[in-house]
């Protein structure tokens, strides 16, 4: 910089963590003295991991928007078509066991499809926050009712919520399908693990909330004993489109990072060491 007419050089550098990899734009400034004589630098570092992580979510926004207008169309002229294909000839064809399985693959990959164009809808379109003062514990036990005498045989749902929680501004239709997606996630991670392991027998997923008052936040834990985040996508984690499920979208945690962002809040994550996986909502007290 000292042999350039410049007085400062910008770069964007990635920096490794435990955590995982954080961004940075780091600045390097040149100071002169009234003789024009370099007399010093300064570095100024700034954290633009969020910023930069907006800014694909926005991008991404746009692709699924394009995506699920232009798939939405077509799909329900292929289903029916292929409902009325089926009637028409049933009984007539020597192998209708055929045309059976055929016309019912075509159906079965249209409704996959659809619910694809909705999380595609859902994330192209979420909206602004209407926070209202709320009580985050009763957000949370609203959304927990809808597993009440639902849940999959051979996994708990316990709550552990903290009873001095002070109220705060959250959109609560929003923070409860928060809720309602980690939950599910967390179901989804013990079914895949009990799949996988015949000596797994009981699985655990528990909902906690505490007040951290010295950092002046709440924090909400959902934390199950299921397969765990594998390394490969831990960095991707929040991510559009990342996932390990067979029809999964990798748009739901997305969302829920992007809900979090919306109230100030963040969202983390980390493997335990008796297995499963953690993730944690942190919601500033204002």
């Not at 100071?31 to 910023?51: F, H, K, P």
């Not at 934390?223 to 490969?232: H, K, Q």
């Amino acid at each position: 910089i000292e042999n350039t007419k410049e007085r400062s050089i910008s770069r964007n550098l990635v920096v490794h963590k435990k955590e995982g990899p954080v961004q940075v734009s780091a600045t390097l400034l040149l100071l002169r003295n009234n003789e024009g004589l370099s007399v010093g630098m300064v570095c100024v570092y700034n954290n633009i991991t969020e910023i930069q992580r907006l800014q694909r979510a926005r991008a991404w926004r746009e692709v699924a928007r394009r995506i699920a207008h232009e798939i939405k169309n077509p799909l329900t002229p292929i289903q029916l078509s292929a409902e009325r294909i089926h009637r028409k000839y049933a009984g007539e064809v020597s192998d209708d066991v055929a045309l059976q399985q055929s016309t019912q693959t075509i159906i079965n990959e249209v409704q996959h499809l659809k619910r694809m164009v909705s999380e595609f809808s859902n994330f192209a379109k979420i909206p602004e926050s209407n926070p209202q003062m709320s009580n985050l514990n009763q957000i949370i036990n609203e959304a927990l009712q809808l597993y009440h005498g639902n849940m999959p045989a051979r996994i708990s749902l316990t709550t552990e919520l903290s009873e001095t929680l002070p109220q705060l501004p959250l959109d609560g239709e929003q923070i409860r399908r928060v809720v309602i997606n980690l939950v599910d996630n967390a179901i989804s991670s013990i079914e895949k693990k009990g799949a996988l392991s015949r000596i797994f027998r009981q699985g655990q997923i528990i909902v906690r909330t505490r007040h951290v008052s010295d950092l002046n936040i709440i924090s909400m834990d959902v934390e199950d004993n299921g397969t765990g985040i594998a390394p490969e996508i831990s960095d991707d984690l929040f991510e559009p489109y990342t996932t390990t499920k067979e029809h999964g979208t990798g748009l739901g945690l997305t969302i829920v990072s992007q809900t979090i962002s919306d109230h100030n809040g963040f969202t983390r994550f980390r493997n335990l060491d008796t297995g499963g996986v953690c993730f944690t909502i942190e919601l500033p007290v204002t």
